[in-house]
Structures are given as structure tokens and as C-alpha cells.
């Protein structure tokens, strides 16, 4: 093979590929591209995060004003609960007092309410402007029975009711410390076994100065400390039922009934809030509960706010008056 010939096969073997880098207009066209796709997914971040926390207000908005009505009835359907004891006695009330002796003349007292407008008592500091209710009722079990706070104890108020006929025309009922002597009234044997002892208590239920549904208990040693019941329950309005003609059912609703005995149910507004600020707050600024149109603070205006309301029947009352 011709030296020619040689180099021309040579000539037609493969050839080695030559490197090559990107462009700098290519490279900041990749760079565009890539913050246009970065600007985009954050976007798309920042705003299901935003939607998520307004889901997340809205849902603590829900819980705490449910749960609230939630607290209110379950206790309040109670009140006026003695026992068997069949017709309270009694007539004015002082709520504070811690004498167990006041407070048997005071049975028939069941529920009082303190108007957004009415001073507080000395044993009670409410958020002003929001309503308060004063409630009186037997515990729902007896001394005897097991459970937290059926025990009896020298610090609480009990009320015992005679089951014994001829003992119940003279002496229907005692309310006393606990371990009294003064409690004595017999069973329906009328042998001198010892009628049952309920724990008798008196509660106010209002909204603190730090937007809590809160609790208060007045016993024979005091006033106890208030119990935080739901947070962030701005406002209470209240409005009670009156059974005028006597058969159990509400002719009327009164924020300030002439008299108390009469009440059979109280109707119930609460603005539950936020624990944080919303973008979407702001919608609602007035809140009509009642004989009560709240205004929403400035300072507060940027918050998830809604209003509940309930009504609550007082059972027992109710029933005596239907029979």
C-alpha cells in the first residue's frame, strides 16, 4: 500500500468531538428561567400558608365559642336543682355572703343577673361592659356518694332536706357548714337516720378583664379563685326567660327581670376571637347581642371575631312550675 493510500484511510477514522461551554446569554437565560420558577413556587408558598393560618383562626374562632356555649349549658341547665326539696323559701339575696344561714333564706334566688350596666358586687370583678349571672343549686350528688366534690367538708355549704312528713312541715330543709351538727333531719323512716346532704353552691359566671369566660365560686370561707373556663371570649350579653302565668313556658325575655323567682331560662350571647390578627378581620365592627351593640376596639379590629348564642332551659324550675 502506497504511502498515499495509507494516509487517506487515516484521514477517515473517527474524530474526536470538540468541548464547548454555555454562553454567558445562555447562562443568565437558564438564570431568569430559574428565578422566575423560584419566584412562583414561593408564591404559591407564602399563599397557602396565609390560607392555612386564616383556616387555622377561623377553626379557634369555632372551637372556643362552641366549647363555650358547651360550658355554660351544662351547668346552667342545673340551676335551681335542690334536691327533693319541693318549694325554695326565701326572698332578697346577697351574693357575696358567706354565711350558709343567709343563704337558706335566699333558695328561691336561683339565678340573678348583673346587667352590662349594673356595679359589680364586692366579690366580683368583671370585664365592663359584658354581663354576669349569679347561679345557686344543689350539687348532683350526695355526701355519701363517690366522686370529686361529693364529700363532705367543713369549708362548704350543705343543703339537707328532710324526707320525713312530720318532720318537713316544721323543719323542710337546713343549709350549713359541713359536719354541722345543725344537719340532722331525718330519712322518710323517721327514725333518726340522717337524710342525704348535697354540697350547695353559688357561682358567678362572667368575662374577665382578660377576655376569659371565667368562674367564681363564694363559700362559707370566702370567695375562691376564679377558674379560666374558655380564652378569648371578648363579650356576654344575657337575656332571661319569664314564666309570667305560671306553666313553665317563657312569656318574655328581660336582660333585667323585676322578679327573679320567675325566671325558667336565660338566652345567652357570646363573641368568641382569634388568639391572633387576621388579613381578613376587619369585616365586622359592630355586634348586635341583645340590649348590647359592642364595638370593636381599633386596636383589635384586625381579629376573627363571631357570635354564638344558646338558649338554656332551667330544668328544675321549669318543672315546678309546670306541676
Partial sequence: MTPSRRRFLCSRGPRRAVARGLTLVEMMVAMVIGMVLVAGLSTVFVNSSVARNEIELSADVIENG??????????????????????????????????????????????????????????????AGTDAVFIQRA????????????????????????????????????????????????????????????????????????????????????????????????????????????????????PTPADWSLVVGARFWLLARSTTTSRNGSAALTFEMSDTRFAVPETTMNFKRRVYSTYVAFLTPKSRRES
Fill in 66 to 127: 362552641q366549647y363555650a356555649l358547651v360550658a355554660l349549658s351544662r351547668d346552667l341547665a342545673q340551676t335551681g336543682f335542690y334536691g327533693t326539696l319541693v318549694v325554695p323559701a326565701g326572698g332578697a339575696i346577697d351574693l357575696c355572703s358567706t354565711d350558709p344561714a343567709v343563704w337558706a333564706t335566699s333558695l328561691t334566688a336561683y339565678a340573678v343577673g348583673l346587667n352590662n350596666t349594673d356595679p359589680d358586687p364586692a366579690c366580683l370583678a368583671r370585664k
Fill in 139 to 254: 350539687s348532683t350528688c350526695t355526701t355519701t356518694e363517690a366522686g370529686a366534690g361529693c364529700g363532705e367538708e367543713a369549708g362548704q355549704a350543705y343543703l339537707q332536706v328532710s324526707e320525713c312528713g312530720m318532720e318537713y312541715s316544721l323543719i323542710p330543709y337546713v343549709v350549713a357548714r359541713g359536719l354541722d351538727p345543725a344537719l340532722t333531719l331525718q330519712t322518710k323512716a323517721c327514725d333518726g337516720t340522717r337524710a342525704p346532704k348535697r354540697r350547695l353552691v353559688r357561682r358567678f359566671y362572667y368575662i374577665s378583664t382578660d377576655n376569659v369566660l371565667s368562674s367564681v365560686d363564694i363559700t362559707p370561707n370566702g370567695t375562691l379563685p376564679p377558674v379560666a373556663l374558655v380564652e378569648n371570649i371578648e363579650q356576654m350579653q344575657i337575656e332571661y326567660a319569664v314564666d309570667v302565668d305560671g306553666d313553665g313556658t317563657p312569656d318574655a325575655f328581660s
